[in-house]
Nanobody, 126 residues
Framework: QVQLVESGGGLVQAGGSLRLSCAAS????????MGWFRQAPGKERESVAA????????RYADSVKGRFTISRDNAKNTVYLQLNSLKPEDTAVYYC???????????????????WGQGTQVTVSS
């Protein structure tokens, strides 16, 4: 069992930056691949970024490549999402998710993840 708590969301102007954190409690965090998703009003939840258990493999949605960076600190049981060059279309609730998955693989699709946080709101004004 893993419990996930996101933080770091807020209101920012276009072009600005935010750093989201996802703190995990429970056992064996380092055996979990982690992901970040977002859901905008009236839209489906979509995958934004994913990282393998070791941090050696990452994956990004095309819409955020070059602007967002996912990372993790297994000693702190925390995964991060650095959001740079934010755009109004990045406005959404951002969720982190976890799946127990060893090796270089990451998850990507919603159904692949077993544990979810409650989300943190990111609002980008134009």
């Amino acid at each position: 069992q893993v419990q996930l708590v996101e933080s770091g969301g807020g209101l920012v102007q276009a072009g600005g930056s935010l750093r989201l954190s996802c703190a995990a409690s429970g056992r064996a965090f380092s055996t979990y691949a982690m992901g970040w998703f977002r859901q905008a009003p009236g839209k489906e939840r979509e995958s934004v970024a994913a990282i393998s258990w070791s941090g050696g493999t990452t994956r990004y949605a095309d819409s955020v490549k070059g602007r967002f960076t996912i990372s993790r600190d297994n000693a702190k049981n925390t995964v991060y999402l650095q959001l740079n060059s934010l755009k109004p279309e990045d406005t959404a609730v951002y969720y982190c998710a976890a799946v127990q998955l060893m090796g270089p693989r990451t998850g990507w699709y919603i159904h692949e993840y077993d544990y979810w946080g409650q989300g943190t709101q990111v609002t980008v004004s134009s």
